[in-house]
């Protein structure tokens, strides 16, 4: 389960890369749509990664396998 956890928080962080380096690109990107399905495809990733890691979180807290 450690593994899963460790690939949903890179996935979080890819998401987060995405949104930052779209944002800094933007200049360079000429097409304000791509931008901003980019941007949308790194906040969804990172919405859905997230509630991931926390809905593990909580059942591993509830199952007690975290001692």
Same mark, same amino acid.
Do not use: E, H, P
């Given at each position: 389960?450690? +593994? %899963?956890?460790?690939? *949903? =928080?890179?996935?979080?962080?890819?998401?987060?890369? %995405?949104?930052?380096?779209? !944002? =800094?690109?933007?200049? *360079?990107?000429? !097409?304000?749509?791509?931008?901003?399905? =980019?941007?949308?495809?790194?906040?969804?990733?990172?919405?859905? *990664?997230?509630? !991931?890691? =926390?809905?593990?979180?909580?059942?591993?807290? *509830? +199952?007690?396998?975290?001692?």
């Amino acid at each position: 389960m450690n +593994q %899963l956890v460790l690939l *949903f =928080l890179t996935a979080i962080l890819a998401g987060f890369g %995405l949104i930052v380096v779209t !944002s =800094l690109a933007s200049s *360079f990107i000429t !097409s304000t749509t791509i931008v901003n399905f =980019l941007i949308a495809v790194g906040t969804i990733a990172v919405i859905v *990664f997230a509630f !991931s890691v =926390l809905y593990i979180a909580i059942k591993a807290l *509830f +199952q007690k396998n975290w001692m």
